[in-house]
């Protein structure tokens, strides 16, 4: 039997880490279904566009955020397991730097353009670098050393990042995702029809791909 063919764009930022877990939660969905074909493109967000390009001291940021009681603690200890429910291992006492995202939004911009796997590969290292290796994802070299591992041209990723190049195209595509109504993310949008929002179970992202893959006309789905 020919496999059915879907698109989905899941709009994320690479500092959210319930994006992380989006990520293997689709992973284990298109597992579940065989017989489906889907092209996946990753669409950016940002979480925190004022933060400087520089970032911010991490601790500083999140205190900020949050406020300096245990409601850090308790959102790192309940992603901790859901991490290790999906095999990802968050080393949130490794992250130092609260970066501004839209230069690694670049290079996954970029690595679309090297084909879908490539986009997918460099979107995985750079949840991996950052949850579970503390790295910071604003800082230009780490940016270069991803797209070599995932064999990008390093020499021309690195000219395009002292560049200004597609900053414009990625506050668009930011601006679009605001107009479309993505409050938060991450998001599915499965072939342009059904938007399924937040860190859905992988039986729960099966099913909306499933159903829209059969012709179903399904509007938002949204929990976490």
């Given at each position: ?30 597992d ?12 950016p967000?940002?979480?925190d ?51 501004n ?48 591992a ?75």
């Amino acid at each position: 039997m020919p496999q059915k063919k879907i698109t989905i764009d899941v709009v994320s930022d690479v500092v959210c880490p319930w994006c992380f877990l989006g990520r293997k939660r689709l992973e284990q969905a298109l597992d579940m279904l065989p017989e489906i074909e889907a092209q996946i493109s990753w669409r950016p967000f940002q979480l925190d566009p004022t933060l400087p390009p520089q970032g911010k001291d991490r601790s500083t940021y999140m205190r900020e955020k949050f406020g300096s009681g245990s409601k850090i603690d308790d959102i790192h200890k309940q992603l901790t397991q859901l991490g290790e429910e999906n095999g990802i291992v968050f080393d949130f006492e490794a992250i130092t730097r609260a970066p501004n995202t839209l230069d690694a939004h670049r290079l996954i911009h970029w690595a679309a353009q090297a084909g879908p796997d490539t986009q997918d590969r460099i979107v995985g290292a750079l949840f991996s670098l950052y949850f579970e290796q503390g790295q910071d994802i604003g800082d230009h070299e780490v940016l270069v050393e991803a797209a070599s591992a995932a064999d990008m041209e390093a020499a021309a990723v690195e000219r395009l990042l002292q560049s200004d190049a597609d900053k414009a195209v990625i506050r668009e595509e930011i601006d679009t995702a605001n107009r479309i109504g993505v409050r938060g993310v991450p998001c599915f949008i499965i072939d342009r029809k059904y938007a399924v929002m937040g860190a859905q179970s992988a039986e729960v992202l099966a099913d909306a791909i499933r159903q829209t893959a059969e012709g179903f006309e399904p509007g938002i789905a949204e929990d976490r």
